[in-house]
């Protein structure tokens, strides 16, 4: 155990005083997991589900019952026969978020008369009372209401999901682009390495007369070019980690060791059994809902055409100064209220525009079929045609290596021209950055595929649920 400490102590005396870059090890899988929990914009979207979740418990409330608790405080201090109101306080508080009805003012004032009997008096009259209303029937609101706060809030999970979907895509985009950017950085290298040996030949052969100056200056010139390709190759790489590291929520700079190779020997699904992972994908599924949403808002408009039953229980008491309140007043009282509209002109035609609605989503939720169907076969077929430009783009390489090899032991043994060395080589280069680029557009390929059917990955089709 100590011997461990001092090996992990030494290291960081190493980091820290020679400035010494540690990578650390990064997995596709840890990347996306990162982003998961780091991005801004996804993270905004778990928080939205919580959001509907508390409008979806809110909409229980209709089916309980509602308490009112009201208070009303006043003092008086008549003089000259008129009312001088010194202190004027009312109290209201509601237990469900409705303010209670108001006490009408006549109901506590006094009349002239009663006024000049008592000038330069004080007076005060106190005032509570309580409500409690229960909803009987509202014609299917409520019901409809809830049914839309449930959609709304399944439609924010899929929402979620859909964009965790995406999510995954572009972190495998991101992360095989740093991948391919290494590779290339790596290939420009050996590039430069090989033009620094046709530089060493040419220059020793120049020197002992055995071929001409113009040899030196092209093999100069090639390695000019090699050189102003691995300064690219370098920023490139740099601005690919910079986009990975920012995506997954670290510091720009933290260099990392992107273990993770792509699979070319992916065994590739039927096509039919991605489409049904396809059609069943977030966005489809709130399609969907958006068609049961309508769906309830035809159903609440209904509502219009029944009558609304309320009840309610009331107390209230009131208490004023003895001259005119001989005893306090208690009232308690019970009532059953039924509304009911006759006639308004725009609730038909309200009903017959939501109805339309309904058709509108349904036709809406048979377009994003389309869409996905064809956006799948179109991936497919992608996939496969990448697919086999990589083993092309592999025999190409090989075949250009061997061309290289053959102009370089022609060169050497004074067979061969210059040109033709310098030619193989970049022939060669072009061979080697061009199987990286299409490694690439195979892994792009093959997260479009994965994104289409909405699925982790293609060999074990696991769907993604990030909740």
């Not at 008549?78 to 237990?95: C, E, F, G, P, Q």
């Not at 699979?263 to 039919?272: D, G, H, Q």
Request: charged share 25%; net charge neutral; with cysteine.
């Amino acid at each position: 155990m100590v011997n461990n400490f001092i090996k992990v102590l030494s290291v960081v005396v190493a980091a820290f005083f020679f400035n010494v870059h540690i990578c650390f090890a990064l997995s596709l899988e840890a990347a996306i997991s990162l982003a998961n929990q780091n991005l801004p914009s996804h993270k905004s979207l778990k928080i939205d589900i919580d959001s509907k979740n508390f409008l979806y418990k809110a909409s229980l409330s209709p089916y309980l019952p509602t308490l009112d608790l009201g208070g009303e405080v006043e003092r008086r201090k008549t003089s000259d026969n008129k009312n001088a109101t010194i202190r004027d306080v009312t109290l209201r508080y509601s237990l469900n978020g409705k303010p209670v009805q108001e006490i009408p003012s006549s109901i506590l004032d006094l009349d002239s008369e009663s006024v000049n009997r008592i000038d330069g008096d004080t007076y005060g009259i106190t005032h509570y009372d309580a409500t409690l209303g229960y909803i009987l029937f509202d014609g299917g609101i409520r019901k409809a209401d809830r049914n839309i706060a449930r959609l709304d809030l399944n439609s924010a999970r899929e929402n979620f999901r859909g964009d965790l979907i995406d999510l995954e895509h572009d972190v495998k985009v991101i992360y095989f682009n740093a991948v391919t950017r290494k590779e290339i950085l790596a290939q420009r290298k050996t590039q430069l390495k090989n033009a620094e040996t046709v530089y060493a030949i040419a220059k020793g052969k120049y020197k002992h007369g055995v071929t001409l100056l113009s040899d030196v200056l092209q093999a100069t010139v090639d390695l000019k070019k090699a050189m102003v390709e691995l300064r690219h190759a370098k920023g490139d790489i740099a601005k690919a980690m910079f986009e990975l590291n920012s995506f997954i929520g670290r510091d720009l700079q933290t260099p990392y060791d992107l273990g993770d190779k792509l699979n070319i020997n992916v065994i590739l699904p039927k096509r039919e059994e991605l489409i049904v992972t396809a059609l069943d994908k977030p966005v489809a599924r709130e399609a969907l809902n958006e068609v049961e949403k309508t769906k309830n808002i035809v159903s609440r408009n209904l509502s219009r055409f029944y009558p609304t039953v309320v009840s309610s229980i009331s107390y209230s008491y009131t208490d004023g100064f003895d001259e005119f309140w001989d005893d306090p007043v208690e009232t308690t009282s019970a009532k059953v209220m039924a509304k009911f509209n006759i006639f308004e002109f725009k609730k038909y035609y309200n009903r017959k525009s939501h109805k339309e609605d309904v058709k509108v989503s349904i036709e809406n939720l048979n377009n994003i079929k389309r869409e996905l169907i064809l956006n799948l076969y179109s991936t497919y077929e992608d996939f496969l045609t990448f697919k086999e430009s990589v083993h092309l783009a592999t025999q190409r390489l090989k075949e250009s290596q061997f061309n290289y090899d053959q102009a370089m032991g022609e060169y050497k043994a004074g067979k061969g021209e210059i040109l033709s060395l310098v030619r193989a080589h970049t022939l060669l280069s072009d061979a080697m950055n061009f199987l990286s680029k299409t490694n690439f557009g195979f892994s792009q390929a093959k997260a479009a595929l994965e994104q289409a059917a909405g699925v982790k990955n293609l060999e074990t089709l696991e769907k993604v649920n990030g909740l």
